[in-house]
């Protein structure tokens, strides 16, 4: 029997903070992981250079049932406490757009930095090890975990729960987290693909499969009301459907059977730009087209409207042609799934969980903490951000 004051289950961004932290504090911490390599969603992300925070994060670039939940975390550990922390360990960063902060040289600078703040603390790890069960036992007030694994029994007056989310099985992401979670009484709002491509019927799309590879910039919109999220960003058109940056923001907003609106000419007023044209006569509708948009799409587009001279052309159609190519409104059949997903929306409803400390507040001494939570961030390094604040708070409480 090993008896610790932590133990924490997934040794990912957020378990390998959150242990770090806890450590430091004096805390006996023992940090467990099924995988047979650390970290491999910090290694893989950003392209091998993690995008590991946002210079600007704030509750409006986070998904939750609960959006005001991700604030008390968000607040007390920022962006930049995550850069003084890799400024101690010389970690060179860059800025790309949209505020997005990647390593210079790799992912691993992160591993290593973490894997180091955890030595400062003298985590003990358990690694390869698989958890066979988790029990609670009431010990008068405090209570504590027993734990069955490969490695043997062990004992912990704290569980914290970082395994994480269900994006790319093929990695060793499963739903653990969901499970304990269920497990002692806890609500879930329903797990579901974020940030993925979105898919359209094969028969339909077909006509557009055949642009794979093409990308542009456009405004993308779902939903209804005020709120209904937007975001200008690049789409990239596949054999299956769509993806880029911009699809992959509204995939996390995107409810199965509603439409997606693109807005394929952001800035511009196509229908003006056409009757413009009108006057100035004897184009061809598709070579007009194709100097204002990339030439490939305004053909397809077109059809055999393309050869139509714009002198020719009824106002109508020219008026409609605007219109459709700057509200293009389009339904998906469904996300391209967990295997091309970066992130689990939904998780560990919040409502079971304290703010500050990310414990259950049914269950003393359980925590929850990353992307397990219903809290799910934008593209652009606010769920690493999510992984670090909600791990700092945790850590801090234990
Ligand atoms: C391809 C890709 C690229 C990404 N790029 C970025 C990016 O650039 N910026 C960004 O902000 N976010 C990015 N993300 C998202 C980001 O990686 C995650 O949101 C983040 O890693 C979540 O941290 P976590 O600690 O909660 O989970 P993870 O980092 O996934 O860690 C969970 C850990 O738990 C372990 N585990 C799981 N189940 C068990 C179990 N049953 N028993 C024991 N251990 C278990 C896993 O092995 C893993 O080590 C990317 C994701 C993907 C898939």
Redo the contacts with the bound molecule.
Sequence with gaps: MQHFDVAV???????MMCAAVAAQRGRRVVL????QKL????R???GGR???TNRRVGPENFISANPHFCKSALAGYSPQDFIALMARYNIAWYEKHRGQLFCDRSSEDIIEMLRAECELGNVQWRMPC??QQITRVETGSEGRYDLATSEGLLQAEKLVI????L??PQL???D?GLKIARQFGLKVVEPRPALVPLTFDGVQWAEFGELSGLALEANISTGTGRNAPEFLEDVLFTHRGLSGPGILQISSYWQPGEAIRLDLAPGQDMTAALLEAKSGGRQQLGNLLGGLWPKRLAEKWLGEQAALRVADAPDRLLRELGARIQGWSLIPDGTAGYKKA??MRGGVDTKGLDQRSMQAKTVPGLHF????VDVT?WLG?????W?WASAVACGRSL
């Design positions: 289950i997934g040794a990912g961004a957020a378990g467990i992981d099924h995988a970290a491999e969603k910090i893989i992300s950003g993690c995008n590991f698989t958890v970082a395994t994480g989310g994006a790319i060793g992401a499963t653990y970066e992130v903490i990353g992307e397990a961030g390094g606010y769920n690493f951000q992984a």
